[in-house]
């Protein structure tokens, strides 16, 4: 993964030489110690944090159902969780109630009404561009309460707040990536085509949005209907068009640009496409980070505004700018001449 106006060509590896097998072998385990453990327990304590820290639950703060028609009116306050009155909660929501009763105890479950959004941040919520109707009083009771999703509704809950939890933790290294090659500029340290660090760094992230995007799936689509999150209900030839559908169609798109580059981060793919073509490539990781920003956007993080993780998100995006507008600065004061791409 690039991110980082180049100072020094390579060939390949770290330091632009052609390694034999035995010192490839020997990078590697280096690079397992030095590199993917540390990663590998960071990204275990987040997602713990993430997990078992009531205020990182994701169910907490969900978004509106479609940004471009109702704003933040459809998000649940903060103080309507955990959901204590099912019937408050299905005036609120405009649909199903949060809650059904179970041998005395109260689950949570979700909605199938108004609230059509992601109710985590993460991917999830029936979607349809359109509230579902109201019951109405002459219904059945069951018409009512009837769960949109196959499986036990508490699993559902739970893989929502991975969701949420993997993709933030994969926006975060995929921030990393891009700070590395300023912070060689300030550090006047030697800053090669290709870092192991930024390339594993990168590599890692792959792993970590991989993961979220299984979470995800799991969220919504126990019944494995995911043509759900990109196209019309009924209707497959017409794409969703609503913020749900955009952040989809998002981030399927930085998926797949974050395993293309995953694929390519390699001392072989260096070689093959060599220097100047590999790194024109890899810089597509800034594409990259704006598809994030605007899948997150478009499931409304800008509404959550008392979610911890939309502060991580503004943070993490203030630091990559304020980083890349540095590297740039010294690169041109040190170079006497402006970047062509950074």
Known sequence: MSGVPATTAGTSGEHGRTQGPKAAGSDLRRRLLRHYAPLVLA???????????????????????????????????????????????????GGTPEGRQHGGATSTTVPTGGHTGPPAGGHGGSQTGAPTAHPSATEPAAAATEEPHAG????????????TAT?????????LTLLIGPANLVLRRRNPISGYLRRDIGIWTAITSAIHVIFGFLVKHGDGQLLGFFF????????????????????LAGVLLVAGLAVISSDAALRRLKARRWKRLQRLNYALFTLVILHALFYGALWRTTSPYTVLLGITVTTVIVGQAVGVRLWRSRNGRPPATT
């Open 43 to 93: 990204s275990g304590a987040a997602l713990a944090v993430f997990m078992n820290v009531s205020f990182f639950d994701a169910n907490r703060y969900p978004p509106p159902a479609d940004i471009f028609t109702e704003g933040a009116r459809a998000a649940i306050p903060d103080g309507d969780y955990p959901p204590q009155n099912p019937t408050d909660r299905t005036q609120h929501q």
């Open 232 to 251: 019309q209900p009924g209707d497959r030839s017409s794409i969703l068009t609503n913020s749900f559908g955009l952040a989809n169609w998002a981030g």
């Open 167 to 175: 993709g933030y933790v994969a926006t975060v290294l995929l921030g």
């Open 152 to 163: 036990d509704q508490e699993s559902i809950l739970r893989m929502r707040r991975y969701s």
